[in-house]
């Protein structure tokens, strides 16, 4: 019998062709899917090659999709038992922090032309200027043309660059506190510095207007209907003379996203109907018609079992019997700020998948908290079936802390529990990840889907 606990880093369990081949997959994934909305379009066209039908269009099979407003995707998979006896549900969420563009943008200054920007998430403000940035939304034209925008992806795009103070005047800006170095006002990016020649007023803003209007049929006032954002115009890379971690915009929490969708397609026989549900808004309290509080799930199981006939039971009841993984990422232990972190309950980068017990902060205010017995479950579940996990909290108690949704899971009565890979540089322009964190959540996420009763 083994008295003490301990984990194992995972490049000494795990065969490091299979680590890297999915860490490949992954990566042509996230770079490509840097939005709510483009991790959608992906996963609802992987999904229907699989053969799953969309739910809303009443069509009806063994395995289901739903899509709300672009920006929430439900998968669901028919398991060997009935839905009545509840689901076996993956939750994440695919916004990320970043930088979206007001409503009324463009104006010039000093002879360039920026956009307004209004910041998105709990970012640090300072780590977004002087860096490449891309451009990527949605924009309805007068004429109800609806335009998608993606900029400086290409190695033959332009990007866009917020500025910042040279040293040499920035005595008084280096005296600030981190908050106060970069204001929320100051987070806009040089678009363009030519003159029209035509104009006397505004000549370097009509100049960009001209541009848009050439290539796009933009008008000035089609940015009111318009949801676009800056965000990280690099690729996912690898990191280290090794190659054993990703560098990455998104990680937080597309990583999840993507391991639970991949769980789901590759899942075989489960006994339970398993589900992926993928939210929006939650980096910003998960309000919304896209978020984890309103009632899109409720809604499409609901649907999902009229479609099925059932009729003994209802939507609640049937959530009631459900058990769920929060699927978030959590903090790995830093060297360099070992003082944020209690060490001993905090995740090693490349020891697993991370079972977190509890969320929130401050005395778990706000928190989720999985009881005993459905962190046994979990504990025998992956011992028995050969996955490498650990524990790990969000920092130290009054430093740190974060929320899930988790907590609107448990609203339902679904019993959930928060699994998923720790991060160096949370909510960075670009996260890292260990590669065999990585595939351990993929794996983790796959064997509660198969087998978790």
């Not at 959930?416 to 983790?444: C, N, Q, R, W």
Request: net charge negative.
């Amino acid at each position: 019998m083994e008295l003490k606990y301990s984990t194992k880093n995972l490049w000494e369990v795990f065969n490091h062709d299979e680590v890297f081949s999915f860490g490949d997959s992954y990566k042509d994934f996230i770079s490509k899917a840097k939005t709510e909305r483009e991790v959608v379009h992906y996963l609802h066209k992987e999904a229907e090659a699989k053969g799953f039908k969309d739910l809303f269009q009443n069509e009806m099979g063994n395995k289901v999709f739903a899509i709300n407003d672009n920006k929430n995707i439900l998968l669901i998979r028919e398991g060997s038992e009935s839905v009545e006896n509840g689901l076996n549900f993956i939750f994440a969420h695919i916004d990320s922090p970043r930088i979206d563009i007001k409503q009324n943008p463009i104006y010039e200054g000093a002879d360039i032309v920026l956009f307004k920007t209004h910041y998105y998430g709990g970012i640090k403000k300072y780590q977004w200027v002087t860096m490449p940035l891309a451009l990527h939304g949605v924009i309805i034209l007068k004429d109800s043309t609806k335009l998608e925008l993606n900029i400086g992806e290409e190695e033959n795009d332009p990007v866009f660059v917020i500025s910042d103070l040279l040293p040499h005047l920035a005595r008084k800006q280096m005296e600030q506190n981190a908050r106060e170095v970069i204001q929320g006002e100051a987070l806009d990016p040089i678009i363009g510095s030519m003159p029209d020649s035509e104009f006397e007023k505004d000549k370097f803003k009509t100049k960009i207007l001209k541009i848009l209007n050439e290539k796009y049929g933009i008008v000035e006032e089609d940015f009111i209907s318009a949801e676009l954002t800056l965000v990280p115009a690099e690729k996912a890379r690898d990191v280290g003379f090794d190659r054993s971690a990703i560098a990455s915009y998104g990680h937080d929490d597309r990583i999840c996203a993507f391991t639970a969708a991949k769980a789901l397609f590759d899942a075989e026989n489960p006994k339970k109907t398993i589900a992926v549900m993928l939210f929006d808004k939650e980096e910003i309290g998960s309000d919304g018609i896209t978020g984890a509080q309103s009632d899109f799930l409720d809604y499409a199981i609901e649907k999902y079992m009229s479609m099925k006939g059932i009729k003994n039971v209802s939507a609640r009841e049937v959530l009631h019997k459900s058990y769920g993984i929060s699927a978030d990422v959590n903090a790995a232990l830093d060297p360099l700020y070992r003082d944020a972190f209690e060490e001993q309950n905090s995740a090693i980068f490349g020891h697993g998948v991370v079972v977190t017990k509890f969320t929130g902060s401050g005395g778990k205010y706000s928190a989720s908290d999985a009881s005993a017995e459905l962190v046994f479950k979990i504990r025998k579940l992956f011992n028995g079936n050969n996955v490498p996990f650990q524990v790990g909290e969000l920092g130290k108690v009054d430093i740190g802390g974060g929320g899930t949704v988790a907590k609107f899971m448990a609203e339902r009565g679904i019993s959930v529990i928060d699994i998923g890979p720790a991060l160096l540089s949370m909510h960075a322009p670009f996260e890292i990840v260990s590669k065999v964190d990585l595939y351990s959540t993929y794996i983790g996420y796959k064997v509660f889907l198969e087998k978790f009763e």
